[in-house]
């Protein structure tokens, strides 16, 4: 396996988030029609309309995907570096990516909070072993 083999479930989560990105358009575009508002409102224009509860999730798992994430980016950055990427780093990775996929169905679906709450607990678990297998394998 090529240590580059790693930078699949990297892009997979670059997808992920630009895929959320795009569907706030509509959501947001579809919460301005519900309410009556247009782009050139001082309310949209700062900021301070009041979104739909669809636009507010989207929004919302949006921001999620500059949080736990940022901590896989690096974490992959790292092992690519210091030669740590093997089969089960990998497998992690996946787990990683697969978990917040979940975690974005959920959160711009039915938003079930256990039901997230256990997609992010498995997406924590891989990335805490992930850092651990690193810290592991530079000692």
Request: glycine share 6%; hydrophobic share 60%.
């Amino acid at each position: 396996m090529k240590p580059t083999a790693i930078l699949f479930p990297v892009i997979a989560q670059v997808v992920l988030t630009l895929a959320v990105l795009i569907a706030m358009g509509p959501a947001r575009a579809q919460s301005m029609r519900e309410n009556g508002q247009k782009l050139t409102d001082d309310d949209v224009r700062v900021g301070q309309n009041t979104w739909s509860t669809q636009a507010v999730k989207v929004s919302k798992n949006y921001a999620n995907q500059f949080e736990l994430p940022v901590l896989f980016y690096a974490v992959v950055a790292f092992a690519l570096i210091t030669s740590a990427v093997d089969l089960l780093m990998v497998g992690l990775a996946w787990i990683f990516v697969l978990s917040r996929v979940a975690h974005t169905a959920i959160h711009i679906g039915p938003n079930v909070v256990m039901w997230r709450g256990t997609a992010f607990l498995v997406g924590f678990v891989a990335l805490v072993l992930m850092w651990l297998k690193l810290t592991v394998h530079i000692l």
